[in-house]
């Protein structure tokens, strides 16, 4: 299993979010560049960063702080929060963005978002988040009648890079990862399923990797010391 490191940017600092709470932040640096460059020595490859502010606000937030990750890092990165349209989608990619995660797009934009997969194979990841079993969007603040399962079936469908599935009630919480719903929803479709929110121990990822998912993103854990990025990777199996 792949195992992803996560940062979460808001207001210019690395921080967490409890269930995706605003009024609960956890913060645990000021330089999301210097982050990504020692997870960077510390063995990852890709990088999952999430754009809180764009998340709430529905428009790119924190530009510099990512920027800066990208010029100053050779990670893959994947980068969410805000990404509503094309433009917004292009301009990451452009500046070194090996991905972007479209949520709120794949539900209320699904003709753009389908024909940016197209256009840029490999590059769109869609994002299924979901409370109860039911997609949520505009930064988790809205929630939809949609299926989790009908949503990433279409989103699949289009050829996309991958799935990233949240549980939402789960997510920063380090009280163990949906393994259960990622599993079934990995069943669902061909694409790879990256499995979101709730990982607190290297036995949670242990759970992730005999269960097939084939990639995890995980945060809070390894900032508050829960277990370094080397023992992540050998609980997941990565090479």
């Known amino acids: 299993m792949e195992l992803i490191p996560a940062i ?16 609960e932040v956890t913060t ?52 969410g929060g805000g990404v509503r349209d094309r433009a917004a989608a292009l301009r990451w990619l452009d ?22 997969a197209a256009e840029r194979p490999g590059a769109v990841v869609v994002a299924v988040d979901a409370r109860d079993g ?3 969007v505009e930064g988790w603040l809205e929630d939809t009648c949609r299926a989790a399962v009908d949503v990433a079936k279409r989103a699949a469908s289009w050829g996309v ?21 990622t599993a079934s ?3 669902e479709v061909d694409v790879p399923v990256i499995a979101s ?21 995980c945060g809070r854990a390894l900032y508050s010391g829960a277990f370094t990025l080397a023992e992540a990777f050998e609980a997941a199996g990565a090479p």
């Open 8 to 23: 979460d940017i808001l207001d210019g600092q690395v921080v967490r979010l409890h269930q995706g709470r605003y009024d």
């Open 28 to 79: 645990y640096g000021d330089d999301p560049a210097k982050v990504a460059s020692e997870l960077e020595a510390a063995g990852a490859r890709r990088l999952h960063v999430v754009d809180l502010d764009g998340a709430r606000d529905g428009r790119p937030g924190n530009v510099a702080a990512i920027e800066a990750i990208l010029r100053q890092t050779r990670l893959s990165v994947q980068v």
């Open 95 to 116: 500046a070194g963005a090996a991905r972007v995660v479209m949520g709120t797009a794949a539900i209320k934009a699904p003709d753009m978002t389908r024909a940016l």
């Open 134 to 136: 039911a997609v949520a």
């Open 161 to 181: 890079a991958a799935l990233l599935y949240t549980n939402i009630a789960r997510d920063g919480t380090r009280a163990g990862p949906d393994v259960e719903g």
């Open 185 to 187: 929803l990995q069943a």
């Open 197 to 217: 929110g709730g990982v607190g121990s290297l036995d949670h990822l242990r759970a992730l990797d005999a269960a097939g998912i084939r990639a995890a993103v």
